[in-house]
């Protein structure tokens, strides 16, 4: 019975993941650019999601049957509509599926609601975004230059929570933003490597990537265990790449996006890249709580040489030093 159990289960897997849907029913995933959809008023004027670039766009999909639904948009309404609305730069849409005019301005009221609510009358803008036979409850939030920056799924406190501060970080950006300040678009990213690092078991939870005027130059995950190299931490290998797809040693005029602090290591790999900047998503306790504990490293560092868990001796022998005085008589040297 359990081996025909899961071997159905199997199938019904593969069948998933044949159709292109995660194990929540989105056929979409945060990163890739939102696939457009049109949506009707009650009044029957449409709008296209592409038309709203440069916005920050959240869409809301539900139905008047749906009780999580109605648990979830009065926080909605309260917690996201009401402080954002008068930010020209956010717009939130209701989108309801299959269900009349009538019946979709009696959901609004009864739930108190005073954002739009539009009509999906054949379901077309949901099912280009969730499978067939998944259910609503889903807020999808896309990031002005048009790429899926968050979903969710249900209402589950902390995953609002989480959607309301990727909303806020989006907003705060600056519309005309020089190409080195910080841009959200590229932690996700390095956040979505440390992730598929775990998911794939290619390596520790961490990622990151160099960016150089406003593009990804490089972009890896930590490879310490695949690679039996205790040196392959995302930033060391995002480095290499980087210098290696710059044909320099040096990354003046890039920054580096970690999903989480560096450690003493990538610290000072960072410094010797000469990057600009280094953004990071997880602190050190967060590192620690995961078991990866840098601050002890740090710690080392302060300590007598004598006192460090590694022991640090010096023994200078004749001829030491004579490498130094034989690269500062070289003046053909590349320096660095
Ligand atoms: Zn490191």
């Known amino acids: 019975m359990r081996t025909i159990f899961t071997l159905f289960f199997i199938i019904a897997l593969a069948g998933k993941l044949l159709a292109g849907q995660d194990d929540r029913g989105y056929l979409v995933r945060i990163g890739q650019e939102a696939p457009d959809i049109e949506l009707t008023y009650p009044d029957g004027k449409t709008i296209s999601l592409s038309s709203l670039r440069g916005k920050v766009v959240m869409l809301q999909f539900t139905a008047s049957w749906c009780g999580v639904c109605r648990e979830e948009m009065p926080h909605i309404e309260k917690e996201i509509w009401q402080t954002h609305k008068a930010d020209t730069n956010?717009?939130?849409?209701?989108?309801?599926?299959?269900?009349?005019?009538?019946?979709?301005?009696?959901?609004?009221?009864?739930?108190?609601?005073?954002?739009?609510?539009?009509?999906?009358?054949?379901?077309?803008?949901?099912?280009?975004?969730?499978?067939?036979?998944?259910?609503?409850?889903?807020?999808?939030?896309?990031?002005?230059?048009?790429?899926?920056?968050?979903?969710?799924?249900?209402?589950?406190?902390?995953?609002?929570?989480?959607?309301?501060?990727?909303?806020?970080?989006?907003?705060?950006?600056?519309?005309?933003?020089?190409?080195?300040?910080?841009?959200?678009?590229?932690?996700?990213?390095?956040?979505?490597?440390?992730?598929?690092?775990?998911?794939?078991?290619?390596?520790?939870?961490?990622?990151?990537?160099?960016?150089?005027?406003?593009?990804?130059?490089?972009?890896?995950?930590?490879?310490?265990?695949?690679?039996?190299?205790?040196?392959?931490?995302?930033?060391?290998n995002v480095i290499r790449k980087a210098c290696k797809a710059l044909g320099s040693f040096q990354l003046s005029g890039c920054e580096i996006y970690t999903s989480c602090e560096p450690c003493p290591m990538c610290l000072g790999a960072i410094y010797w890249a000469r990057l600009d900047k280094v953004y990071y998503a997880c602190t050190q306790d967060d590192a620690a709580d995961g078991g990866f504990d840098d601050s002890f490293i740090y710690k080392e560092i302060e300590l007598k040489k004598s006192e460090r868990s590694i022991p640090f001796e010096n023994h200078r022998e004749a001829g030491a030093g004579e490498e130094f005085r034989l690269w500062k008589a070289t003046t053909d040297k590349v320096a660095y």
């Open 90 to 236: 956010f717009v939130l849409l209701g989108i309801d599926l299959q269900e009349d005019a009538a019946t979709v301005a009696r959901f609004q009221e009864s739930t108190g609601i005073t954002y739009p609510l539009l009509l999906d009358p054949e379901g077309k803008a949901f099912y280009t975004y969730a499978a067939q036979g998944a259910g609503v409850t889903r807020n999808v939030i896309v990031a002005p230059d048009g790429t899926i920056a968050f979903l969710t799924r249900l209402y589950d406190r902390q995953e609002f929570n989480e959607m309301k501060e990727v909303i806020n970080n989006l907003l705060k950006t600056p519309k005309n933003m020089s190409d080195n300040s910080y841009n959200p678009r590229f932690m996700r990213e390095a956040i979505r490597l440390a992730v598929e690092n775990v998911k794939n078991q290619s390596g520790g939870p961490f990622g990151a990537v160099i960016v150089k005027e406003g593009k990804i130059i490089a972009s890896s995950g930590n490879t310490v265990v695949p690679d039996n190299d205790p040196t392959a931490h995302a930033e060391v």
